[in-house]
């Protein structure tokens, strides 16, 4: 395989890009990984105390030759373990944190938590201080993705590289089944939410699972069986999480919110202050967020480069493990020695 994987979205670059490296020149490693063991279970997750929440950790151990720590932050209705073969492809190379988010996968808010970008962004900032060393590689999917643009731009002390797949930046189709099952907003409010909720329960943890597949994955005939078990059993057993739908449905709006702030709000107006080198990763066949969005995401960052994967959708880590491995290292390598 050639050493650079080209985007078909590749542009003529404007002056203000010339001398950096082109936009889609993505170097990816020629260090072996090692083989993908797609059958492993996620590693067993435990409790880490940040400010007042225990946030449910799960950490990959490093190779006996890891240097780094890598943090990984999973997007709108995820969870830690949609790094789980990612986080084992570079374990040897750094070890591996993947909190869930306060209100997701097993992380119970505090009772006056915003589940704004913002307030999960000082989440992630203050866990990295609290229990990582140095710097980190970030990495983040989807609404994970935007978290870590905010921790990369205000806390760049604490980010050594940004990976972003198919991060949450504003796209403003009108259709609100891109980031997640509207049912699940109007099941929070007063009046409607009953009935609507009802209907809810009546699905299956398996259909909720097949649901989020659908939507999030470019073929979702070929995920894996076992990945799809899994998912349905960690459906199950949120079912009787009291604050797991109140987490999703506001951290959805509070998305939607973000998309239509000006200003210093904006992620748009947050991108061009990140100066970390950057790895933007995009499926060509994402149905959630546009990967039209992919080229300015890539180019408003002054460090970015851009790697768009055909026949991948919105979690390119789950469904393209080996290569987004490839180009991660490829950043970690390049940044290292300063020619990214």
Request: a positive charge.
């Amino acid at each position: 395989m050639s050493d650079n994987l080209p985007s078909p979205l590749a542009g003529a670059a404007d002056a203000r890009e010339r001398s950096r490296p082109p936009l889609t020149h993505v170097p990816l490693t020629r260090t072996p990984l090692p083989p993908l063991d797609d059958t492993a279970a996620p590693w067993p997750g435990a409790s880490a105390r940040v400010g007042d929440l225990d946030l449910h950790v799960r950490r990959t151990p490093g190779g006996e030759d890891a240097t780094g720590t890598a943090v990984y932050v999973h997007g709108l209705g995820g969870s830690s373990t949609n790094w789980t073969d990612l986080a084992a492809l570079l374990s040897a190379h750094a070890a591996g944190h993947a909190p869930d988010l306060p209100g997701f996968g097993f992380s119970e808010p505090a009772a006056e938590f915003t589940f704004s970008l913002s307030a999960h962004a000082e989440v992630v900032a203050d866990y990295i201080t609290a229990h990582c060393p140095g710097p980190v590689h970030l990495l983040g999917n989807s609404m994970g993705g935007a978290i870590a643009m905010l921790v990369a731009a205000r806390r760049p002390e604490l980010v050594r590289t940004l990976t972003l797949v198919s991060p949450a930046v504003p796209d403003r189709r009108p259709d609100p089944r891109r980031l997640s099952d509207p049912r699940l907003v109007l099941a929070s409010l007063p009046l409607v939410g009953k009935p609507v909720r009802r209907r809810l329960a009546a699905l299956s943890p398996r259909e909720r699972a097949e649901q989020v597949i659908r939507l999030c994955v470019a073929d979702p005939a070929a995920f894996p069986e076992h990945r799809l078990d899994e998912l349905a059993v960690e459906h199950g057993e949120r079912v009787s999480l009291a604050w797991a739908q109140r987490a999703l449905a506001r951290s959805t709006a509070e998305i939607f919110r973000t998309w239509f702030t000006r200003g210093p709000g904006s992620l748009w107006t947050v991108a061009p202050s990140i100066t970390v080198p950057t790895l933007v990763v995009w499926g060509m066949q994402d149905r959630v967020i546009s990967v039209r969005r992919a080229p300015r995401t890539a180019r408003v960052m002054p460090r970015a480069r851009l790697l768009v994967l055909p026949r991948t959708g919105h979690v390119a880590q789950m469904e393209r493990p080996v290569t987004v491995a490839r180009a991660v290292l490829g950043l970690w390598e390049h940044a290292e020695d300063g020619r990214w």
